[in-house]
């Protein structure tokens, strides 16, 4: 798993880089950040949650441009390494789905989402 070692290059694990930056705890850190993206990722894939789960992961992404990629200028490099562009993008579609949560937001007066009234699910009989 690349999270922790790389089998190609163990400096290019994620443990590894938050050493580099300083981290305590590293293995803690990295434990939190995919432990934090799975659930979130599940609970946006199932539609629950969908504030709580963006804020989630907006935080991590935050934290990633605030304290890593920040240093390295806009672009991202190759193999992933380097800027923060594709983080902002990511962080500022986090924050509309959380503006926009689909559980209060998007539901028409008797609490369900227009995507159930476009595809003709919640149709009434006369």
Excluded: K, Q
Excluded at 5 to 22: H, I, K, N, Q, V
């Amino acid at each position: 798993m690349r999270w922790f070692e790389s089998s190609t290059d163990p400096s290019l694990s994620s443990r590894a880089s938050l050493e580099r930056f300083g981290f305590p705890e590293p293995v803690l850190v990295v434990w939190a950040i995919t432990l934090t993206e799975i659930i979130a990722g599940l609970l946006l894939a199932l539609g629950y949650g969908v504030r709580h789960a963006s804020l989630a992961l907006a935080s991590v992404a935050a934290g990633g441009i605030a304290l890593i990629h920040h240093r390295f200028g806009w672009f991202v490099g190759e193999h992933g390494t380097g800027g923060s562009e594709y983080s902002v993008c990511l962080l500022l579609c986090l924050l509309v789905l959380a503006a926009a949560d689909g559980e209060h937001a998007f539901a028409d007066g008797n609490g369900r989402c227009p995507t159930t009234r476009l595809s003709g699910a919640s149709r009434r009989r006369a």
